[in-house]
Every structure is written in C-alpha cells, then in structure tokens.
C-alpha cells in the first residue's frame, strides 16, 4: 500500500513548455520543484513512474482534430497559438506528460494504492477547450482526468475549483454529464466572463455544476466558508467516488494575474478542509492538480501550505 504520505507527481519535464517571459513561464514549476525539494515533500511522497497520456486518453475530452493540431503547433514551435497562450517545441511533452499524470493519479487512488495525490504539472488545463486552447492551458487536465476515472468504474466524481478563474474549459466538458459535479469559487467579473451563479448545468447534468463567483474584495473567510459551504451541500447531493482539485495559488493577495485577499495559511486550511471532505464522503480519495498562481515566491509557498494542510 503506502510507503509515503502520498502521491507526488513533478518531472524537470515540464520546465521544457518554454514560453519565455510569459506569465506562465518555465520558473514558475522550476521554483516548486526546488521547494518540494527543500521542505521535504520529495523524501517523503511516493512518487510513481508514469506516461504521458495517450491520445486516446486526451480525446475521452477533446476532439482529435484538435489533438493533431496541436501536435503539430508544438512539433513547430508556433509560439503564440492564441491571445494569451504559448507553445513551443517541448509543450506537447509536458502536456502528455501532465495529462498523463492527472490519470496515473486517478488510477492509483481509484484502486487504493494511496489516497491522496498531488500532481506538480504544467501547463495548467482548466481553460483549455475541447477544441482549442485557451488562456495559458492546452490540455484539460482534470477533465482528462475525469474521464479517466469514469473508465476505472468511477461512478461520480467531484471536481472542485478554487483558482482564482473560473473554470469555463472543465464546466463545458460536463455541462450535460451528471456524474461529473463541479464547483468553481472565482473572482468576478473577470477572465474569462463565464462562472454566473444561474450556470447549473443542463438536462439531467442541471444543478451540477455550482458557481461561486466573489467580488474582488472578498476576504479569506467569505472566500473558504461560501466555498465549504456550497462544495458540502454538492457532496451530499452527488455522493462522489473521488474528488478531484483545480489547485490554483492565484487568489493569492500579491498574485500579478489573479488576486483576491488569500495568503499561504488560507491555503493550509483549505487544504485541510477538502482532505477531510475527501474522508466524509468517498474514504479520502482525492487528487489535486496545480492550475495557476504566478507570484514566482509565494505560489510554492502556498503549495507547501496547501500539502501541509491536506496531509494534517
């Protein structure tokens, strides 16, 4: 069974996603990597061997014309492919490689090797369309990761969201799936424009899907308590198998892109609460996928925070 506190996934493999000076840049992971090195978390996790995903697996959520043209974007180091998102030569590794280890994570606690996961990947995936990229992200990472679990016999999964965007890209891919739930406590108004409190879900999928949308000037505690508040009430509803988390640092207070009121702590307690959501309603099972966060010094400091709050 377990012969670490948990699942830890990060390969110097996605510090090859070069996208220069962007917001999303390759020192971003490079600076988690090297504190899950100093804090110990390294030593500590097991951390599995894993495949980048297939394209089978990649196309349970996106079209295989989009697949293949995104190979061929990376295969060019196209550069910008969109208005706010970057490829280059290394991208389709690290994105393979980052999808593939959302549905190794799945795959592992799903069959009780571990209970919980953490997946250091990049880019992040929950922009990211069926059939185009979007906002930084290429492949959706944890809708990819969903599907996966549906696969293994996974009969309702919980996606939850903190990242200081909505999740448009991971909502679309369930709209009209009911055993997928999805919450999303995002700023707003703000990128990308979606998450209003009436987007449910649709047919048999409608109130499924939870928005949260928060003013700018939401304090920590409004923040965690609107979101324990109406991620336990979905819990009830769906009673999952597992829940899956879009960790987003970027509703931290310095965060350049993003910024709520959050610092590193607030991450330490919502860490522990959605752990202790995992043991309520599916025996713990939870994997957790890095999303954004762009303060190149806090974001690894609430990621060291968020691993302390859920291994507490």
């Not at 978390?41 to 061997?49: D, G, L, V």
């Not at 599916?282 to 709050?309: F, I, N, T």
Request: aromatic share 8%; with cysteine.
């Amino acid at each position: 069974m377990r012969d670490g506190i948990m699942l830890l996934y990060h390969s110097e493999i996605f510090e090859k996603h070069n996208t220069g000076n962007h917001p999303e840049c390759v020192a971003r992971i490079a600076n988690v990597n090297a504190m899950l090195e100093k804090k110990g978390w390294i030593k500590q996790s097991t951390k599995p061997n894993w495949l980048a995903a297939t394209v089978e697996q990649c196309r349970r959520n996106h079209t295989e014309s989009y697949i293949e043209q995104l190979h061929r974007w990376c295969d060019q180091g196209a550069g910008r492919v969109e208005s706010d998102t970057v490829v280059s030569i290394g991208s389709w590794d690290a994105a393979t490689l980052g999808a593939g280890a959302a549905c190794d994570a799945v795959r592992r606690v799903f069959n009780g090797e571990d209970t919980q996961a953490f997946c250091a990947i990049r880019p992040p995936g929950h922009h990211a369309l069926q059939d185009a990229p979007m906002g930084f992200c290429l492949l959706n990472n944890i809708s990819i990761a969903a599907q996966c679990a549906r696969t293994l016999g996974c009969h309702s999964v919980l996606i939850v969201d903190w990242d200081v965007h909505h999740g448009n890209g991971t909502q679309a891919s369930f709209w009209e799936d009911p055993s997928v739930g999805f919450v999303s406590i995002h700023r707003f108004p703000f990128y990308p424009g979606t998450g209003r409190k009436e987007e449910t879900g649709a047919g048999a999928a409608t109130g499924t899907k939870v928005n949260i949308p928060v003013p700018a000037d939401t304090g920590p505690k409004s923040f965690l308590d609107q979101l324990a508040t109406q991620t336990e009430k979905l819990a009830q509803k769906i009673k999952p198998d597992l829940i899956l988390l879009s960790a987003g640092f970027d509703a931290h207070v310095a965060d350049p892109v993003g910024g709520l009121s959050l610092e590193a702590e607030h991450y330490f307690e919502a860490g522990k609460w959605i752990a202790g959501l995992a043991r309520e309603h599916c025996q713990g099972r939870l994997v957790s996928l890095l999303e954004g966060g762009y303060h190149l010094q806090h974001m690894p400091e609430c990621v060291d925070a968020h691993l302390r709050g859920m291994t507490a």
